[in-house]
């Protein structure tokens, strides 16, 4: 009776390890397919995150270039009020004259008057804000001339480039390290009157202008851009050049003007004679 119950005994304990081999089997092959799951779920959700951070760079650019809007865009607004301060009060058609040229997106128009006004009436001086712009866009000539030649035909949205704009506008230019004969390509488009073309265009003047509003828009004109008042500024005896043939040229149209005039007059004399 011991020995049958001893094989007995080794049977049942045989079976039953086998059983709990089996299920220890069992269970690790189980246990595989939730760590194939788990990987592809990984898989997904790296790629689902993946595009997250995509839209997010995206959507981070998008907000980075529209912050370098706003802020070129100020500062665009306050060198152009310090340009309209070079010559006297600003107005609401120099504010106009900016949104025009300049194509702002990034203030608002309500924004941009006051920004205007601010800049006007602060005490800060242009350089500060030309030297912002290369701060905020380092290395960027292809920026600087562009807001440069938009600044010139602000200077002449009101009228011939007088004296201080010049001034500025070339210190602007120094700021932004561009060349000389950048500054003087652009005066010369700005700054010199047609050759050859009717003297009361030359002057500004309709052909029935007073002999007194003709002299006085002649002088202011001589005034406005005398080449005296140009000599220390760099590349000066290039801008002398400029602005002494300006003169010139205005000088001739208002002679043409007076000669035309004088001859009108003696030949009417001559027909009431």
């Known amino acids: 009776m011991p020995l049958a119950f001893l094989v007995i005994f ?7 390890l086998g059983e709990k081999q089996m299920l220890a089997g069992a269970s690790s092959r189980r246990s595989w397919v939730p760590s194939l799951l788990g990987g592809r779920q990984r898989r997904e959700r790296d790629e689902a995150e993946d595009t997250l951070l995509l839209s997010e760079d995206q959507r981070v650019e998008k907000f980075r270039k529209g912050v370098q809007l706003a802020a070129r865009d100020h500062l665009v607004i306050a060198l152009a009020a310090k340009l309209a301060m070079a010559d006297g009060p600003t107005n609401s058609e120099e504010l106009a004259a900016t949104r025009q040229i300049f194509l702002l997106q990034g203030v608002p128009e309500e924004k941009s008057e006051e920004l205007f006004l601010e800049a006007a009436r602060d005490p800060i ?12 866009f380092p290395e960027n000539p292809q920026m600087y001339r562009g807001v440069v030649g938009r600044l010139f035909q602000l200077a002449a949205a009101d009228g011939p480039v007088n004296t201080d704009e010049i001034i500025y506008l070339k210190r602007v230019c120094d700021v932004f390290r561009l060349s000389p004969q950048f500054f003087l390509q652009k005066l010369r488009l700005y700054l010199l009157p047609p050759e050859g073309g009717n003297p009361y265009d030359v002057l500004g ?8 509003l003709l002299k006085k828009t002649y002088y202011q004109a001589v005034r406005a851009c005398h080449p005296d008042k140009l000599s220390f500024l760099d590349s000066a005896e290039e801008i002398l050049q400029l602005a002494t043939r300006r003169l010139t040229i205005i000088s001739e149209a208002y002679s043409a003007i007076r000669q035309h005039r004088r001859a009108g007059k003696k030949t009417e004399a001559k027909v009431l004679a």
């Open 10 to 16: 080794l049977i049942l304990h045989n079976m039953a």
């Open 205 to 212: 003047v309709r052909r029935n202008v007073s002999e007194e």
């Open 125 to 136: 001086r242009f350089e500060h804000y030309a030297r912002r712009v290369v701060t905020l």
